[in-house]
């Protein structure tokens, strides 16, 4: 009798250890799974700026396209890619582009990202995302993380903002820009995907 219930015993670990296995699994590809492709429509949203203001991303597409940057001031390749980012949009603003940054970083207050802001002069508005669920819903997992949506509402690039160069190094390839040219030219992007670097995005859950 023992020899039976140390036997079921295992079994039954066995069979718990499959299923927790299991559901790790497919909540791993449920969050995979929400990643938006490209070409397909970019999920809207409401969200409130550092700045106080509200944003919703339907609205703001119908002057352009949008530059969406997952940021964190707590990433240090996030404050990196940070000055370059904003020189850009102040470089192609007056043509109708759009850029905003959407902080999902679990421990950051907007007191505090507003304060960064000012102090490193970002030139377009930081939106707080509570409890991460633009993130969720559009699967983002680092920062900085750009997705560029067509001012028909679909996704035309995704990816880092460029390849960690120094701008001033002759390899510097700088992404958002060159798909911002294309899109400016009425041109499909033509490197629609690169690799996302940085830090993972602290979770609320």
Known sequence: MKRTSVLLAIGC???AAVALTSAGLAGRTAQ????VKIGAKM??????????????LSET?????AVLIFSSQECPYSRKADPILSA????????????????SHKDTSPEQ?????????????????????YADAVGAQRTPEIFIVSK???LVYHGGPNNQKNPDD????????????????????STPSANTWGCGIKRAS
């Open 13 to 15: 670990l066995a069979i």
């Open 32 to 35: 995979a799974d929400t990643r």
């Open 43 to 56: 999920p809207d949203f409401t969200l409130t700026g550092v700045d106080g203001k509200e944003y919703k």
């Open 61 to 65: 597409l119908k002057k352009g396209p």
């Open 88 to 103: 850009l949009y102040t470089a192609c603003k007056d043509q109708g582009v759009a850029f905003l940054s959407i902080d």
């Open 113 to 133: 990202i507003r304060k960064y802001a000012e102090e490193t002069k970002l030139t377009y508005p930081v939106l707080k995302d509570a409890g991460n669920a």
């Open 152 to 154: 028909e509402g679909n």
């Open 170 to 189: 002759a390899e510097f390839k700088d992404y958002v820009k060159s798909a911002l040219d294309e899109i400016l030219a009425g041109k499909p992007v």
